[in-house]
Every structure is written in structure tokens, then in C-alpha cells.
């Protein structure tokens, strides 16, 4: 089974959550730092609300600036995130020679619906997993022995696709085969997963096969 992860491996969301974060976080006049994006990151959405909540010390609940941040996604995932390159194109390719496909992803639910619909990936996954729904964060290899459990695939038969060092690691360690990608926002940190991955890659071109 290839398993993907949607935030910045399959769209390319990662300035339009950078610019929701500096937007909150401006409108309460504090900064941005990489101390806070380390905090929100790799959380999934509650999480990264209470984390939120607690660091910047704010009056509101955790359900209201997950409303916040909800109402200022819809229009990116409804409308204006693109597709990494080659994404749709390599699913197609996958569907072609019958191999499954599922996603894994840390997204708020109605937003990554939101994005699968209007990309076409939907038509592709067999299933959806949603850490959220499992209220477990993506870097912790138990997140992805249930994920493997629900899909019904053993991890050691799991292809798993993620920008995301962190969730990179915790799949390694739960026994699937990990294939790095590329995205700006740890663009830094390629040679450390180009160090435990089995695979990288800078785009889903580069496993096009020509016809």
C-alpha cells in the first residue's frame, strides 16, 4: 500500500498555514517565532490549540481559535492551495498498475476534505485515517501502528509519503518504508532525513514513469 500524508506532501500548504499563524498571532500583538511553530507544527489541531491557549496565554478557549484558524483555512483549501507537483499525476500512475492507496494526515478533517474533493484526490484513496480522530500526533510510532491496524495492511507492506521529519521518524519506527518530500518548510533539515528515509524526493515527478 503507498500511504500519503496531504499537508505539504500532497498540497502545498505550508505558507498558508505560516501566514494564519503570523496573522493570530499579530492581531494579539505578539511575534512569530520558531519557538511557537515548533509547538503547532507536527500537532494535531486540538493540540496545537491548547499548546496556543497556554503559550501565548489568551482568554479564549481552544475551540474558539480552533474556529479562528478554521475560518481562516476554508478559503485556501477550498480554493486556492495547489497540488505539489506531479501529486495527481503519480496517484494516476499508481491506480493504473492497482497498487491501494490511503492517507494518513494530521489536517482538520473538514478541511482536508475540503482539499481531496477539490483536487481529485478522493477518487484515488481507499481510505482516510485522520490523527485527530485517533487523538494521536503523527511523530509517535503508536499513531501509525493503529493508522497500519485500521487500514488493515500490515506496516511492513505500507509505502508512507511525508515532509515531515518527525512523522518520517515515527513511521520508520513503526516498520513502514518511508519516503521523504520535499517542502520549503524543512528544506533545511533534507540531508538529516535523507539520513533515515528509504526514499527522498524534491517532487512526485521524479517517480513518473514515461509511458
Excluded at 511553530?37 to 475551540?63: M, W
Excluded at 509519503?161 to 518511508?178: E, L, M, W
Aim: net charge negative.
Amino acid at each position: 500500500m503507498k500511504l500519503f500524508d496531504l499537508d505539504g506532501t500532497l498540497i502545498d500548504s505550508t505558507s498558508l498555514w505560516r501566514d494564519i499563524d503570523i496573522a493570530f498571532l499579530e492581531k494579539r500583538g505578539l511575534p512569530w517565532t520558531e519557538e511557537y511553530n515548533d509547538g503547532v507544527v507536527h500537532a494535531i489541531f486540538p493540540q496545537a490549540a491548547q499548546f496556543t491557549k497556554e503559550y501565548c496565554r489568551l482568554e479564549e478557549s481552544p475551540d474558539e481559535i480552533m474556529e479562528e484558524w478554521l475560518s481562516m483555512a476554508r478559503e485556501g483549501y477550498g480554493r486556492t492551495i495547489p497540488a505539489k507537483e506531479g501529486a495527481l499525476v503519480y496517484l494516476e500512475q499508481c491506480r493504473q498498475t492497482g497498487e491501494q492507496m490511503a492517507l494518513f494526515t494530521s489536517a482538520e478533517p473538514s478541511l482536508c476534505r475540503l482539499a481531496l474533493e477539490r483536487h481529485g484526490f478522493d477518487r484515488y484513496l481507499s481510505q482516510v485515517v485522520y490523527a485527530q480522530e485517533l487523538q494521536m500526533e503523527k511523530r509517535s510510532p503508536a499513531a501509525f501502528v493503529e493508522a497500519a491496524r485500521r487500514l488493515g495492511v500490515p506496516p511492513g507492506e505500507i509505502t508512507f509519503f511525508d515532509d515531515s521529519p518527525v512523522s518520517c521518524r515515527g513511521a520508520k519506527a513503526a516498520g513502514f518504508t518511508v519516503v521523504g518530500v520535499w517542502d520549503r518548510c524543512f528544506a533545511d533539515r533534507e540531508a538529516e532525513m535523507r539520513g533515515f528515509c528509504d526514499g527522498y524526493i524534491h517532487s512526485f515527478q521524479e517517480l513518473i514513469t514515461p509511458d
